[in-house]
């Protein structure tokens, strides 16, 4: 907020609770994507059904297991 209001009144700037949280666990969970290998990924194929029931296409769902990353 002070930031915000040291720049002045007429600029508007986006402002972010915890912006070194939110970076820090969304580069881990990076890292661990990228040490993830072939075994412990599976791919889900999901249905997208509409209120009729047909098939309206498909969506690939990545699950990894994360068990052994502490």
Same mark, same amino acid.
């Given at each position: *907020?002070? =930031? $915000? &209001? @040291?720049?002045?009144?007429? #600029?508007?700037?986006? *402002? ?5 949280? #939110?970076? =820090? @666990?969304? !580069?881990?969970?990076?890292? &661990?994507?990228? *040490? $993830?290998?072939? +075994? ?5 194929? +999901?249905? +997208?059904?509409? +209120?009729?029931?047909? #098939? $309206?296409? *498909?969506?690939?769902? #990545?699950?990894? =297991?994360?068990?052994?990353? !502490?």
């Amino acid at each position: *907020m002070y =930031s $915000a &209001k @040291a720049w002045g009144a007429t #600029i508007s700037r986006p *402002m972010s609770a915890v912006p070194g949280r #939110i970076a =820090s @666990a969304t !580069a881990r969970v990076e890292s &661990k994507l990228r *040490m $993830a290998d072939a +075994q412990r990924m599976r791919v889900y194929y +999901q249905p +997208q059904v509409r +209120q009729s029931e047909d #098939i $309206a296409g *498909m969506e690939a769902l #990545i699950r990894w =297991s994360i068990r052994s990353w !502490a």
